[in-house]
């Protein structure tokens, strides 16, 4: 696999929205999400990024009033290349799902697969599934995205 392959280190912001649950997972009882789940969106945004040479943020909590306002700010200060990194902020209290793309992701995700995605993964929401939402809707926007623009020789 070349370097242009490998993408950056990732990060999942978490902010607790909701009350805290305990999952048979957990060891804590004041942590969302168990360490096997942790592990899930982990494999998910680490496969994503990998295949796409996109950088794929998440970011779970409050968004605030202004909520597409406050992903774009989450999605400037994720750190890397904002022109190549997705964000996909997903408020529970608040309903709302935000897919913030930078200028060279979007060439590679149209705001109709963005919306396919976000479709898809408030359906899950709506079962109950956070992380399985999750998880699909970063595969949808990965297969979108397809694989980097490789030049020959590289």
Known sequence: ????????????????????????????PDRIFSYRELARLDEALTMSSRETGLRFTLYIGDLGKAT?????????????DPAE????????????VEVVTGAAAARRLPDR????????????????DLVGGLVNGLRQLSDQAGHPWRRPGH
């Open 113 to 128: 697969a963005c919306a396919l995605a976000v479709l898809s993964m408030t359906g899950s929401f709506a079962g109950g």
């Open 1 to 28: 696999m070349t370097s242009f392959l490998q993408a950056e280190s990732h990060d999942t912001a978490t902010e607790a929205t909701a009350p805290a649950r305990v999952d048979e997972g957990t060891d804590h």
């Open 85 to 96: 990194s997705v964000l996909i902020a997903v408020s529970p209290g608040q309903r709302v």
């Open 68 to 80: 597409r306002a406050r992903a774009e700010e989450l999605h400037a200060s994720s750190g890397g």
